[in-house]
C-alpha cells in the first residue's frame, strides 16, 4: 500500500520535549503533581532544558508572576531537596536539579535586571522561607563540594555558586548575605589543595573567591576577606597561585605563537593584515579580548597579594604542574621505540616564564604594548597595582634581589622607530629584580604620546621608587646598568617640558616631575649604600652634566609657574622647586671644572672617558641635605582606587555571566549520560573486588 506524501513533510517540528512540556504547565499556574505522588522523581530523571526554562521565566508579565509564584517556589524546594546526597544516591537526579536551580536563578536574575527595582527572589521565595530553604542550599552545596560526589554535579555546583554570585550588581545581589554567613571558604581550600580538584575546578574556585572577597569588603566584615588574608595552608596557597600562572603563560604562549606565525609569513600578507586591523574597532581585537578575559584572574592576584602576606612565598615557586617533561626510557611501553635523544630538539624554555612572578612580568611587557583602548589600559593598572604590592614587601623585596635566584624572562618590547632593541639583554640570567626594572624602564620609554597616561606614570615610578627605598635601607647592592634608568628618567623630564602646554591642562606634571627628580636625589645623596660600584657614581653625575639643558628648562619652567598667582598646582611647583636644588648646584659646579678643563686643553669637543675624568677630580662640592627621600606612603586601596576595583569587579562579573551562560548550556547535553558511565564503571569496579555472596 503506497501513501501520498504531504506537501510540507520535509519541513515537519521537533517534537516537543516532555520537560518543555512540563515547564510551560508550571508557567501557566498548574501543578503536574498534583495526581502523581512519584512526580518529581521522575521529573529530575528528565533532561533539563536551560534555554527553555529560562525563556519561559523571562516572558511572565507580573500578573502572570503572581499565578505561578508556588509552582515556582515549589520546583525551587523540590530542586534543594534533591541535593541532599544523604537522601538522593542517583547522579543524575543531583545533576539534573543543580542544573535546574542554574536555569531558574540565571531566568530569574535576567527578569529582575530587566525590571530594575523589583525584587522577584523575594516574591517567589516568600519572606518567611527564604532565609530557611536558602540556608539549606548553602549547606547542601558543602556537602557536595566536599562529598563522595561524581565530579559533573561538583562541577555543577560551582557553575550554580558561579550563576548565584553573578546574577547582578555585586552590591545588590541579596544572595551573597546568605554565602557570608554560611562560608564556604574551607571547601574551597580543600579543592585547591588537591591537585586532582584544582586541575578540574580551580579556575571556578578562584573566580568565586575574588568575586565573594570583593562584596562590600569596606562596609562591613567579610569572613572571605578574613579567612583569605590569614590563610596558611601552603598546598592551598600554590594552587591558588598555579591557576593565576597557568593561564597567564597559556597567554604568553599564545602571543609567542602568533609573533612566529607573523614573522612566518610573507611580507605582503603582514602588510595586508595591517591595514586590514587599521579598520577594525581595538575593542573587537582578539588580543583586546584575550587581555579582558584574564582581568578575573589578575584581580585574584591582586587580592592575594594584597591580603595575604603568605602568599607571596608562592611568587617565585617552578610551576610543574603545566609542564610535561620527556618521559625517561625506563617508563615507556615495549611499543613505543627509545627516542634519539641526540637527535632530539633543543626545546628553548626562555620564551615561557616558569613561575607566577616570572609570568606577570612577561604578561605586563605583553600588554603595555596595547595602549589604544580601556580595557587594555584598565588591565595594566591592575598589573602596576600588583607590582605595587608586592615592591612593598620585604620579603618578595628580598627574594627579587637575591643574586642566587635569577632567572631568563623574556620581555616583550614594542618596535620604535627612534630605537634599536638591545638584543643582548634579551633572556639575559638575572635576578628578578633587575628584570622589574628592566621592564619599568621599557614602561617609561614608550609611552609618552599625547594621550598620556599619567596614572600608570606615576604607578610606574612609586614602584622603581620602593625598589630603590629596600635598597638604600638593607644596603643592596644591585648589579644593573642603571645608566638605562637614568636616560629613561631624564626623558620623561624632557617630555614633560617639551609638552608642558598641552598637558598642564588635563593633569598635574609637577607632581610626576618631582616623583622623578626625587629618585636622582635619592642616589645621589644615598647612592654610596646601593650602587655596585663608585663608577655608577661617575655616570650619574656624567649623565646629569651631559642633558644639564633639560634640568634648566624645568627649572625655568617651574620659576615661571611660581609667579602665577592663580596656578592649582602651588605646592607641588614649590616643592619641585626645592627638590632641584643639588641637581643644578652639580651641574654648575662640573659645567664650571669641565670649561676650566677644555680652555687648558684647548679641546672644543671631549670624550665621555675624558669628561668622567674631570667628574672623578672634582668632587669638591658642597650639596644640601635633603630629608624623608627614602619615605613613600604606604598603599592603600581606598579611597583613591575605590571606583576602579567596582568597575574591575563588574566587569569581571559581567563576563563570568556570559561565559556560565554557555558552560551550563552546554553541560546539560553531556553530563548526565557521564555520570551514568562514570557510575556503571565504579559498580563494576566494586563488584570485581568484592567477594561474592
Not at 266 to 286: K, R, Y
Not at 401 to 406: P, V
Not at 463 to 486: A, D, S, T
Request: proline share 3%.
Amino acid at each position: 500500500m503506497t501513501s501520498r506524501k504531504r506537501s510540507g513533510s520535509g519541513s515537519t517540528k521537533r517534537p516537543k520535549e516532555k520537560v518543555v512540556y512540563i515547564y510551560e504547565l508550571l508557567c501557566r499556574g498548574e501543578d503536574p503533581s498534583a495526581d502523581s505522588p512519584e512526580f518529581w522523581h521522575e521529573f529530575f530523571l528528565l533532561q533539563p532544558n536551560f534555554e527553555s526554562l529560562e525563556d519561559q521565566i523571562s516572558k511572565l508579565n507580573n500578573e502572570q508572576l503572581q499565578v505561578v509564584k508556588p509552582n515556582l517556589n515549589k520546583l525551587f524546594q523540590k530542586c534543594i531537596e534533591m541535593l541532599d546526597t544523604g537522601k538522593e544516591d542517583h547522579p543524575k537526579r543531583l545533576c539534573n536539579s543543580l542544573q535546574t536551580l542554574c536555569s531558574l536563578f540565571y531566568g530569574i536574575f535576567r527578569k529582575c535586571n530587566a525590571e530594575s527595582g523589583s525584587n522577584i527572589l523575594n516574591e517567589i521565595f516568600g519572606h518567611e522561607t527564604m532565609d530557611e530553604w536558602l540556608k539549606l542550599l548553602m549547606q547542601y552545596c558543602n556537602r557536595i563540594l566536599l562529598g563522595d560526589v561524581t565530579e559533573n554535579a561538583r562541577f555543577m555546583c560551582l557553575k550554580l555558586l558561579l550563576v548565584l554570585v553573578t546574577g547582578t550588581d555585586v552590591s545588590q545581589n541579596v544572595l551573597f548575605e546568605y554565602l557570608m554567613i554560611h562560608s564556604l571558604f574551607d571547601a574551597f581550600v580543600r579543592l585547591l589543595s588537591d591537585p586532582t580538584f584544582r586541575t578540574q575546578h580551580g579556575h571556578d574556585i578562584v573566580i568565586l573567591l575574588t568575586i565573594l572577597v570583593n562584596y562590600r569588603k569596606h562596609e562591613a566584615t567579610n569572613p572571605y576577606v578574613v579567612q583569605l588574608s590569614i590563610l596558611a595552608d601552603e598546598l592551598a596557597l600554590n594552587g591558588y597561585g598555579q591557576m593565576i600562572s597557568q593561564s597567564l603563560i597559556d597567554f604568553c604562549r599564545q602571543y609567542m605563537q602568533s609573533l612566529n606565525n607573523v614573522q612566518s609569513s610573507s611580507w605582503f600578507s603582514s602588510l595586508s593584515s595591517m591595514v586590514g586591523n587599521m579598520f577594525v574597532s581595538d575593542e573587537g581585537c582578539e588580543r583586546v579580548q584575550q587581555i579582558k578575559a584574564n582581568n578575573g584572574l589578575l584581580l585574584a592576584l591582586y587580592e592575594a597579594v594584597h591580603l595575604n602576606r603568605n602568599f607571596i612565598t608562592t611568587l617565585a615557586h617552578t610551576q610543574a604542574e603545566s609542564s610535561a617533561p620527556p618521559s625517561p626510557s625506563n617508563t615507556l611501553s615495549l611499543t613505543q621505540p627509545v627516542p634519539d635523544l641526540a637527535n632530539a630538539p633543543i626545546i628553548d624554555m626562555t620564551q615561557y616564564p616558569t613561575n607566577l612572578l616570572v609570568a606577570v612580568f612577561q604578561y605586563c611587557s605583553i600588554v603595555m604594548q596595547d595602549n589604544k583602548n580601556e580595557s587594555s589600559i584598565a588591565n595594566l593598572k591592575l598589573c602596576f597595582l600588583i607590582l605595587t604590592c608586592i615592591s612593598e614587601d620585604q620579603y618578595a623585596n628580598s627574594m627579587m634581589h637575591d643574586n642566587n635566584l635569577t632567572f631568563k624572562v623574556m620581555l616583550h618590547r614594542a618596535q620604535m622607530r627612534h630605537r634599536k632593541l638591545n638584543v643582548d639583554r634579551v633572556g639575559k640570567s638575572q635576578p628578578l629584580a633587575a628584570t622589574l626594572l628592566d621592564l619599568l624602564v621599557e614602561f617609561i620609554v614608550s609611552h609618552l604620546m599625547k594621550k598620556f597616561p599619567m596614572e600608570l606614570y606615576l604607578l610606574c615610578i612609586g614602584v622603581i621608587h620602593r625598589i630603590l627605598c629596600y635598597q638604600k635601607r638593607c644596603r643592596v647592592r644591585l648589579n644593573y646598568p642603571w645608566k638605562e634608568l637614568w636616560s629613561a628618567l631624564i626623558g620623561l623630564l624632557r617630555f614633560l617640558v617639551n609638552q608642558e602646554q598641552t598637558l598642564i591642562k588635563k593633569c598635574n606634571i609637577f607632581h610626576l616631575s618631582l616623583q622623578v627628580v626625587n629618585i636622582f636625589n635619592l642616589f645621589i645623596t644615598f647612592g654610596d649604600t646601593f650602587l655596585a660600584t663608585t663608577n655608577s657614581y661617575d655616570e650619574l653625575y656624567y649623565e646629569l652634566n651631559r642633558e644639564e639643558k633639560v634640568f634648566t628648562e624645568i627649572h625655568a619652567m617651574v620659576l615661571r609657574y611660581t609667579t602665577m598667582p592663580e596656578c592649582e598646582y602651588k605646592d607641588d611647583v614649590i616643592k619641585l622647586l626645592n627638590s632641584l636644588v643639588n641637581i643644578l648646584a652639580i651641574v654648575k659646579h662640573f659645567q664650571n671644572k669641565i670649561k676650566e678643563w677644555l680652555a687648558e686643553q684647548g679641546l672644543s669637543t671631549p670624550t665621555e672617558e675624558q669628561i668622567l675624568d674631570v667628574v672623578r677630580k672634582n668632587y669638591d662640592l658642597t650639596l644640601k641635605l635633603q630629608y624623608s627621600l627614602d619615605q613613600y606612603e604606604r598603599y592603600a586601596e581606598t579611597p583613591l582606587h575605590s571606583s576602579f576595583f567596582q568597575a574591575m569587579v563588574r566587569d569581571v562579573v559581567n563576563d563570568t555571566r556570559k561565559h556560565i551562560y554557555g558552560y551550563v548550556k552546554e553541560a546539560v547535553s553531556v553530563i548526565p549520560e557521564q555520570d551514568v558511565l562514570m557510575g556503571a564503571v565504579t559498580t563494576s569496579t566494586t563488584t570485581t573486588t568484592a567477594p561474592s555472596t
